[in-house]
């Protein structure tokens, strides 16, 4: 079983950046798909990034394309999301997740989720 | 793909049998998950593949539907099943999530 620990989330101002970080233990980190995805405040859960296991492909919603970046580092079994050019509408609870097999895209393990503000 | 979920709220009894939809703009398979959520918790996996269910998920969940409707069905209610339930389809990018059922007790 995959644990998922989400560290990098706080308060920034608009047009600011941040970068969050995912700590996975506990299974074989390299060869999962993993995905960023995100819940403001009251609202639904909506997806951002995954990225394959060796990093080469990614996806975003098109709301952060060009803003967000998704990588990974597997010797260090680290995800992370670049987020630059926030915006208030990017004030969200964070999370890393991974599916229940090396490629599904439907998510098993989650993160506790760490809180991004982006407020003046 | 954009999903529907109906209704967006329901109000139902412990015991009750209690059947939420998830309508697809456009043909998935059977790529679709069901999440329930409480309160200040994370997402659980419920289903996949519209009518696998998740490990140490109860049997009284059942998923079903293909191509554009599908269901959850909780067969009887029971206290801890009060959450907000979501649909999420994988077919294709962009992944998206229906709106969200909230499921309220009666």
């Known amino acids: 079983e995959m644990q998922l620990v989400e560290a990098g989330g706080g308060l920034v101002q608009p047009g600011g950046s941040l970068r969050l970080s995912c700590a996975a233990s506990g299974e074989i980190f390299s060869t999962y798909w993993m995905t960023w995805l995100r819940q403001a405040p009251g609202k639904g859960l909506e997806w951002v990034a995954n990225?394959?296991?060796?990093?080469?492909?990614?996806h975003y919603v098109d709301s952060v394309k060009g803003r967000f970046t998704i990588s990974r580092d597997n010797a260090k079994n680290l995800l992370y999301l670049q987020l630059n050019s926030l915006t208030a509408e990017d004030t969200a609870i964070y999370y890393c997740?991974?599916?229940?097999?090396?490629?599904?895209?439907?998510?098993?393990?989650w993160g506790q989720g760490t809180l991004v503000t982006v407020s003046s | 793909i954009q999903l529907t979920q109906s209704p967006s709220s329901l109000s139902a009894s412990v015991g009750d049998r209690v059947t939420i939809t998830c309508r697809a703009s456009q043909g998935i398979s059977s790529a679709l998950a069901w999440y329930q959520q409480k309160p200040g918790k994370i997402p659980k996996l419920l289903i996949h593949?519209?009518?696998g269910l998740g490990d140490g998920v109860p049997s009284r969940f059942s998923g079903g539907g293909s191509g554009t409707d599908f269901s959850l069905t909780i067969s009887s209610l029971q206290p801890e099943d009060f959450a907000t339930y979501y649909c999420q389809h994988f077919n294709n990018y962009p992944i998206t999530f229906g709106q969200g059922t909230r499921l309220e007790i009666k």
């Open positions: 997740a991974r599916g229940g097999s090396t490629t599904s895209w439907y998510w098993v393990y």
């Open positions: 593949h519209a009518s």
């Open positions: 990225i394959n296991n060796d990093g080469g492909e990614s």
